[in-house]
């Protein structure tokens, strides 16, 4: 079955530390997505690729790194300079290009970071 | 610019009862709308879309919404709602007409809380 996978889907570091979040995809996308998920906030857009080995900042990329060396993949490094890092992380991942709509985004599961 | 207005934050209701959750949006280009629903620690799962054409569209799981473009509204409703219809339910949009990205603005978010 295609999907998005994430992991792991509870994370806890304390302050100070980095932390990395997986996101795989089966669905031969070439577009992905890191969302940040805070109560009451809806979904805030952290970055985005669009091919392999390209990416843009979003919203609120301060505090966060990604990657984009395969495109099955586009990994979320929350460094120690994020301020409030604790949220619930989305992947998503889309179909992209002029001529492809309608631009549906598929969610992974999430995971949870706390962090202390 | 997009901007996406939930008015209700939290919508309680007796199961067997109808819902509907509202949302607005602002946009000075044409717009495809979206509805997500996400279930407790999940990640987002599309309940249905608009993109163009009539203006009722049904979704999943018995739901429907009705774009109405005068009141740049797209109300998401369902005749009987189940126990099983109890979680946090997203409206989204993008612009219409391909740019660089795919711009998805969510709104803040809906919980839908069935009462047995």
């Known amino acids: 079955d295609g999907g998005i996978t994430q992991s792991p889907k509870y994370l806890f570091r304390k302050e100070g530390q980095n932390v990395t979040l997986s996101c795989e995809q089966n669905l031969n996308h070439d577009a992905m997505y890191w969302y940040r998920q805070d109560p009451g906030q809806g979904l805030r857009l952290i970055y985005y690729?669009?091919?392999?080995?390209?990416?843009q900042k979003g919203d609120i990329a301060e505090g966060y790194s990604v990657s984009r060396e395969k495109k099955e993949s586009f990994p979320l490094t929350v460094t120690s300079a994020q301020k409030n890092p604790t949220a619930f992380y989305l992947c998503?991942?889309?179909?992209?290009?002029?001529?492809?709509?309608?631009?549906?985004?598929?969610f992974g599961p999430g995971t949870r970071l706390t962090v202390t | 610019a997009q901007s996406v207005t939930q008015l209700d934050s939290q919508v309680p209701v007796f199961e067997e009862a109808p819902v509907e959750l509202r949302c607005n949006y602002s946009?000075?280009?044409?717009?495809?709308l979206f509805w997500y629903v996400q279930y407790p620690n999940q990640g987002l799962q599309l309940l249905l879309k608009?993109?163009?054409?009539?203006?009722l569209v049904k979704g999943i799981n018995g739901f429907e919404a009705e774009f109405n473009k005068s009141q740049t509204s797209f109300h998401l409703r369902k005749p009987s709602v189940h126990i099983s219809d109890t979680a946090e339910y997203f409206c989204?949009?993008?612009?219409?007409?391909?740019?660089?990205?795919?711009?998805?603005?969510f709104g803040p978010g809906t919980s839908l809380s069935v009462i047995p």
């Open positions: 998503a991942s889309s179909q992209s290009g002029p001529t492809i709509t309608p631009y549906e985004q598929y």
């Open positions: 989204a949009v993008t612009p219409v007409g391909k740019t660089s990205y795919d711009k998805v603005i």
């Open positions: 690729s669009q091919i392999v080995n390209d990416f």
């Open positions: 946009s000075s280009v044409s717009v495809y």
């Open positions: 608009y993109l163009s054409g009539s203006t």
